[in-house]
Structure formats: structure tokens, C-alpha cells
């Protein structure tokens, strides 16, 4: 979805690296989240924010750190990237009231 | 527990036949319930949702699912597959309490339809 725009689009990185993983979108939207995608496992939930003030951590957050720097823009960080944090991550929003999420196309991190 | 099960890990029908993709659910009130859609290297993409109303809800690409309280279930289905249908599939359910609003999905299931 052209509305929500994740850089890089594929990183490779090695161990003990930070990382940043940047998520935008122009729905104007207030929630945002940041999920990661492994083989057989769906998704996973890592953090969420339902306005520029509240953040808060999801189903696997260790490892990890965000930033809402704005209401169309929330990054993940990896402080140290580690090699089980190999993943497809996506940045999502919407949500509020039962209403859809949209979700961006992606970014393919690779930690040797 | 809020839970979301997809018991298949892959669906493989033929072209023009009717497919179903099985979820079940597990929530603390009343289930909102979604279908999103994979393709390769693509993000997801929202098929369709059921909040409230007709237990059919009919959604983009001519699909369809089909809500059941009793099953705890919402089946996706098609009367008639595409072999472009092939892709990954993830249903979803509205999270209730501390996390309101967040989706819990399941774990995907690869549909598979060969000409």
C-alpha cells in the first residue's frame, strides 16, 4: 500500500550493528505498529502506538526500541542486532474502532 | 487466552474449484474478525472483516467468509479459485483489554491452486 512506505526495503547487517527501520504513512492515521514476520510463526506484535505520546510494548519487544517522531512517522530500532532478529518486519496503521490495518511492503533484515 | 488458529499450514485445490481457508478464535468479547492477503514480496493486504450483521460478509477478489459464534469460526471461501489466488493467508482477531485494538493473527496459511 502506496499510503504507507517503509526504508531501507532490505538491509544486511552484521552482529552487534544498530539499526533503524523507518515507517511513514499519509492516512493520518494515530495508531501505528511494527510487527515481524518469521516462516510458520504469522505475525508478531513488537511495539505499538496509539498517538505521538503513547507507546507501548508488544508481544516481543526485547531487543528492540521505537520512536514516534510524528504522527506519520514511527521507527524501530534494533540496538545491537543480533542474528535470530533475521526477519521480514512491517510497519502498519490504522486499527481504531474495529476499522482494517494497512500495512507497508516491508523490509527484509538480514543479521550474519 | 486471545488466540487465533489456523489449523493448515498449506490448502492446494484446482483451478476453478471452490477452496476454503479454516480460522478459529478465541477471544474475551464479541470477535472482531479479519482476512488479510500475502503475495510474494508484498506487504499484506486487507481481504475482508466481519464486526456485526449478515454472518456472510463478502469481501475484495471475490472473496468470502463465513462467520460462526457456536464454531468460534470464520472460513474463508471462494466458489471459484484462480490459480492467481496462490498466496499466503492470515486471519485475524480484534485483541480486547489493555491492548484494545491491536490484531492477534494466526500463524498463515500458503494457499495453493495449480491449473
Known amino acids: 500500500d502506496a499510503d504507507v512506505t517503509q526504508t531501507p526495503r532490505n538491509r544486511i547487517t552484521k552482529t552487534g550493528k544498530r539499526i533503524m527501520l523507518e515507517c511513514s504513512q499519509t492516512?493520518?492515521?494515530?495508531?501505528m505498529y511494527w510487527y515481524r514476520q518469521d516462516p510458520g510463526l504469522g505475525l508478531r506484535l513488537i511495539y505499538y502506538?496509539?498517538?505521538?505520546?503513547?507507546?507501548n510494548k508488544g508481544e516481543i519487544s526485547d531487543g528492540y526500541s521505537v520512536s514516534r517522531q510524528a504522527q506519520a512517522k514511527f521507527s524501530l530500532s534494533l540496538e545491537s542486532a543480533i542474528p535470530n532478529q533475521t526477519a521480514l518486519y512491517f510497519c502498519a496503521t490504522g486499527g481504531k474502532q474495529g476499522n482494517e490495518q494497512f500495512f507497508g511492503p516491508g523490509t527484509r533484515l538480514t543479521v550474519l | 487466552a486471545q488466540s487465533v488458529a489456523q489449523p493448515e499450514d498449506q490448502v492446494n485445490v484446482a483451478e476453478g474449484n471452490p477452496l476454503t481457508v479454516k480460522c478459529t478464535y478465541s477471544v474475551s468479547g464479541n470477535p472482531y474478525l479479519f482476512w488479510y492477503v500475502q503475495y510474494p514480496n508484498r506487504g499484506l493486504q486487507f481481504l475482508l472483516k466481519y464486526i456485526t450483521g449478515d454472518n456472510l460478509v463478502k469481501g475484495s477478489y471475490g472473496f468470502e467468509a463465513e462467520f460462526n459464534k457456536s464454531q468460534t469460526s470464520f472460513h474463508l471461501k471462494k466458489p471459484s479459485a484462480l490459480v492467481s489466488d496462490s498466496a499466503l493467508y492470515f486471519c485475524?482477531?480484534?485483541?480486547?483489554?489493555?491492548?484494545?485494538?491491536?490484531?492477534?493473527f494466526g500463524k498463515g496459511t500458503k494457499l495453493s491452486v495449480k491449473p
Open positions: 485475524a482477531v480484534r485483541a480486547y483489554g489493555g491492548s484494545q485494538g491491536n490484531l492477534i
Open positions: 492516512k493520518g492515521h494515530d495508531r
Open positions: 502506538s496509539f498517538d505521538v505520546k503513547d507507546i
